[in-house]
């Protein structure tokens, strides 16, 4: 079974950037689809964006496009997200989630496996 | 683009069966899929195209999507049941997920 392992809370000051990471174990993202999902205080599930490596396609939410980054790591072991410009609206809960194994063309259209979530909170 | 709609709150008492809808147009042209997030804890898939359980979740847990409507069906509901629940597609090949606003069920 794939355990997904986010990093840790980050407190961040408005305009600032902040890097999350999620690291997969027991398995990896090869032939997967990644996704980064969050959560603002009491609220739903909201998708910022995510990519299918091994196919090339990268997708984000209209609402983060010009301020967000995914990248993985060679090993594809390792996912990043990176978002910019931070404002009050982006203190959330941050999740990683994986897809199940890909086909040639195209992925499982459901996330098997979640990080425990980051929390950022960000203060002026 | 896809709009999932869920109630914002189901109640049902122990024992009963809960169901969640979630609405979209033509929604039984997509697969649907069904996550569990208890307080404080990450999502968990239940169920998986429209009616497939993953391994580790009850029998209890069940799916239909007929129409307009996709339904989660809890069967023989325990107090562990309760949490908030949402409804997934996905909108197209660029891997660009829809998630529904979510039902909190209660357990009275």
């Known amino acids: 079974q794939v355990r997904l392992v986010q990093s840790g809370p980050e407190v961040k000051e408005t305009g600032s950037s902040v890097k999350v990471s999620c690291k997969a174990s027991g398995g990896t993202f090869r032939n997967c689809a990644i996704v980064w999902v969050r959560q603002a205080p009491g609220q739903g599930l909201e998708w910022m964006g995510g990519t299918i490596p091994h196919l090339d396609r990268t997708s984000f939410s209209a609402d983060l496009q010009d301020r967000v980054t995914f990248s993985t790591d060679r090993s594809a072991t390792n996912a990043l997200m990176e978002l910019r410009g931070l404002t009050s609206g982006d203190s959330a809960i941050y999740y990683c989630a994986r897809s199940g194994v890909c086909g040639s063309e195209s992925c499982p259209p459901y996330l098997r496996n979640w990080g425990q979530g980051t929390l950022v909170i960000v203060s002026s | 683009s896809d709009v999932l709609t869920q109630p914002p709150s189901v109640s049902v008492a122990p024992g009963e069966t809960a169901t969640i809808p979630c609405e979209g147009d033509?929604?039984?042209?997509?697969?649907v899929h069904w996550y569990q997030q208890r307080p404080g804890q990450a999502p968990v898939m239940v169920i998986y195209y429209d009616r497939d359980r993953p391994s580790g979740i009850p029998e209890r847990f069940s799916g239909s999507n007929s129409g307009n409507t996709a339904t989660l069906i809890i069967s023989r509901v325990e107090a562990e049941d309760e949490a908030d629940y949402y409804c997934q597609v996905l909108h197209s090949y660029n891997y660009r997920v829809v998630f529904g606003g979510g039902t909190k069920l209660t357990v009275l």
């Open positions: 033509n929604i039984e042209a997509k697969s």
